[in-house]
């Protein structure tokens, strides 16, 4: 899977210590995550073992993730089920950056002081 190829390759020049432990445990996970997608029965016992594979903290907000993790699951599940064609593999990578985006705005969000939203 390109992602991945891609993700190694930034671990492997990333400074930041907390970023690389990050892409590391990313890594980990789409690896888990690629093991299962070739393993689960179905698609359904697929999606329920993916999500408890650590997205966010003991998967307490794993559920606020929901709509781009599900995107990831289903591109993944075809890939490793034999879709592997450039357009799954740029879907991949697609529905990779938004979840990344959305958990990252969780992460932030619940280490930052909340601050009212601007009324306009």
Same mark, same amino acid.
């Given at each position: 899977m390109q992602l991945l190829d891609e993700l190694q390759r930034?671990?492997?020049?990333?400074?930041?210590?907390?970023?690389?432990?990050?892409l590391r445990e990313d890594i980990a996970r789409l690896v888990r995550l690629q093991d299962l997608a070739r393993t689960a029965d179905d698609f359904a016992s697929f999606r329920?073992?993916?999500?408890? #594979?650590g997205w966010t903290k003991d998967d307490a907000r794993t559920h606020e993730l929901a709509e781009p993790l599900?995107? #990831? #699951?289903?591109?993944?599940?075809?890939?490793?089920?034999?879709? @592997?064609?450039?357009?799954?593999?740029?879907?991949?990578? @697609?529905?990779?950056?938004?979840l990344h985006r959305v958990r990252m705005e969780r992460l932030v969000g619940c280490l930052s002081t909340p601050v009212p939203k601007p009324l306009d």
């Open positions: 930034r671990v492997a020049r990333e400074q930041s210590i907390f970023q690389a432990q990050l329920k073992a993916a999500l408890r #594979l599900d995107a #990831l #699951l289903a591109a993944v599940h075809a890939y490793a089920n034999g879709a @592997t064609d450039p357009a799954r593999e740029s879907g991949i990578a @697609t529905a990779w950056r938004e």
